[in-house]
């Protein structure tokens, strides 16, 4: 077997004309790793996320996703993979059920299999009731959680979440982490970007991005005694205040 | 292919809950071809006529009971004030002036000689130039009968120089001069067209537009599968469009179907992958729904224009006649009509399917290179 | 105040960065202007014909050259028997025949009447009667020559004089009809579109949550669409002007206050439809059909009403864009003023309050 890092990344940029939205970040992450990409908004942390997801093209730096390379095998990533966006993106129109049984679908689960996993996580996430409903209806901390299911549905190895919990309620975002965990005990590598800092904590370990660079990676503990803090939000600041102040 | 099947179900579940859209589709077909069908007559009838009969003979009177007894003219109203015929053109409410000189009937019998002035209101050219050369067939013919009738060779002397040439004529495929049935096959292919290209470039654009597209891109779903299960759904309702108008047009206004039934549906489906693929191309060029709805809008005005719809493509210069050859629509209107109402088979129309297979191409290999999963 | 062009400027920076709109918007009515003026036409030229002559003699080859000198027919065969008649329609290209049949000379010097047969493809019946119709003027006027030396007792000359448009121009209906199909689109289509994007994406709720009031939210969201559709309108005018010829007899000062009142009946209508609907898709298919597809149609545009069946003449009564064209055409080909045209304008006017209650009675339930 190669080496047991899920994701690999070496220098790599994104420049959108003069701008450099993400400059020469590297970084590894383990199996089964809650990884958390923290970092203030418009640090570069989607535009990271996107060209890791083979959305998006990189301009230089290289990269490897659960052992293939995204710029030759992109589609082999995609079938691997799990990605949840910032921006709520399952079908308003569908029905919960639906939405699960079309991206299953597409990733290729047998339609047995559908159906049994399907009624597991309706019942999970408390949706039975209102598994027939056009989701436009649902308050927005159960989409959330749906688009998170569907996301990690078909088992990948590595699940994307670009800033899952923006905009739920404290309750949510706790059942959220637990729905996290759960993942991550099964295998699962989480690669989570997120501008809350005190979700940082519940990361195995944390990267910061500020002005599209790395300033910072470890586990928190290891972060908060490098920067002599008692809180992520300290460390944070101290990293994020002298770009913010140029 | 089972990534097909998930596809399409998704697919029309989205159009069949869009109960809005439901209803225009359906709605919009019955009203076009009726409306449209119904109000689309070129034929010039009724010219509201103002007769200034400045001699008052029995010639101008004859000259008058000719044309009061035209289904061509209506008689709008009588003066023997040729300033009055003048004002009632500056208001709209006559067409054409015919003014007869006074002392009319004295010139004829004296000088041989007469004259009659028309005046058309030609804000409408051609219904004026129509009009006047209607007027001037009358007064032509009447001019024949005056001799004949009232010149002493008329009655007396056959004049064996007189030469007479009537030629007798005839129309063929529509001898009733149905208008309808030359505007209905032509009013269909509006239809299909207006549908499939605004409604799949709309609905790739409105995944764009909502974010749902990321979350495709992001599954190892096949470029090409993407784009069949787009394309799919509406070919199917275009040509369910494309039947229920063609019904409606039978039944309502009994079109001839002269050719087989097969032979059009065949070319219409073929047609619909043109139209598709030009939807499909515009997505790939805008970002928001109004955008693709303008740029489709903007094709489709000249597609229509160009295509022989409402004006022949014979009639236009030579170089706008070279534009048409890169029209879809022009193609389609050629081949309704020249199978409903000619009987055309696949033979007399081969040419149009090339054309269409080669448009197929060029379209769809655009857009397929420009959709890209990867930005 | 400050509000309010704050939410001005905002609209105009959405229109003005959407540059594929914006090209759009401003050149369409170029093309369809060019296309108008210099593509589109009813009248006949180089009409494909075909000649069946069995007689074969001066009279018929003399009638021949006649036919075929005139621009308006090419000759795209000549048949050598009546089996070929019906394949060269099948092809579609010829659209007349003309048969002259193995004795017309002797019919024409001794009995009178023709030895000729003219067979139109009727799939159009518009161009198969104009094409009829000149050919038969062609004949008669050889008749007419021929007869020069018979010294006809009776010979009316009938002079005819084409008011307001001497060259018969075809552009000068469609210019009027354009500006109004124009502003149509703009206002109307463009305004709805835009407001029910808002509502789609839910952004129309942020803005009822401001201290703005809906009202003065829909008048600053439709301003930049009303200066956009009449920078087009003008834009047409002059093209109109300058490369066609069509021209402004009358006031400009009323052309313009005319344009105000349709754009803002038509703003009216398109803000209306946003009321109603409550998706982009639907916005555009409710103004496609609802809206530019009755104007074309029943305005009198393209096809003229007098021409229409009753019922479709009535209901094109309350298409705004009927009257507005009536106007247009008043004040541009004939100069008329106001005194002949104010019932059309009163008209307007009445459709503008209409729409203009309708929207306020529909807006206020169904976001407040």
Redesign the interface.
Known sequence: MFNSHSIEVRKLTKKFGSFTAVNEISFDTEKGEIFGFLGANGAGKSTAIKML?????PTSGEAKVAGFDIYKE??KI??R?G?M?Q????????TAR?NI???A????MPDTKIKEKTEVLLDRLKLSEFADV?INSLPLGWKQKLAFSVAVFHEPEIVFLDEPTGGVDPVTRRDFWEMIYDTAKLGTTIFVTTHYMDESEYCDRISIMVDGRIEALGSPIELKERYDSKTMDEVFVKLARPAAIK | M??L???L??EF??IV??KAILRIIIIAPILQLLVLAFAVDYEIKNIKLFFVDQDKSHFSSLLFSQFDGSDYFFIENYSNDQNDAKEAIHQGECDLALIIEPNFEQHLYRDGTAAVQLIANAIDGTKAGLSSSYATAIIRSFNKTLIEQYSIRGNLIPDPEFHQIEPTYSYWYNPDLNYQAFMVPGILVLLVTMIGTFMSSMNIVREKE??????I??????KHYFIIGKTLPFWIIGLLEFGFGLTLAKIVFDIPMVGSLFTLFAFAGVYLFVVLGLGLLVSTLTDTQQQAMFISWFFLVIFILLGGLFTAIENMPLWAQRITFFNPVRYFIEVNRMVLLKGAGIADIAWHFIVMAIFILAVNSLAIFRYR??? | MKRFIAFVRKEFHHILRDWRTLIILFGMPIIQILLFGFAITNEIKDASIAILDQANDAHSKALINKILSTDYFKLEQYLSNQSQIEPVFRKGKVKEVIIFERDFSQKLDKEKISGIQLLADATDPNTATIILNYTQGIIAGYQADQNVLSRLPFNIQVQTEMFYNKELKGVYLFVPGLIAIILMLVSAMMTSISITKEKEFGTMEILLATPMRPGIIIIAKVIPYLLLSFINALIILTLGYFVFGVPVHGSITLLLFEMILFVLTVLSLGIFISTVTSSQQVALMASLMGLMLPTILLSGFIFPIENMPLLLQIISNIVPAKWFIIIIKNIMLKGTGLAIIWEETLIIFGFMIFFISLSVKNFKPRLA
């Open positions: 997801c083979g959305l998006w093209t992109n589609e995609k079938r993979i990605y966006s921006k709520f993106s399952l079908y308003q129109d569908l639906e049984r079309f991206y679908g597409i990733y290729g056009q | 089972r990534t099947k998930f596809l179900q998704k579940k989205q809950r869009n909502l974010g749902t597209i990321e979350q891109n992001v599954t190892p779903i096949k999963k990867v930005s």
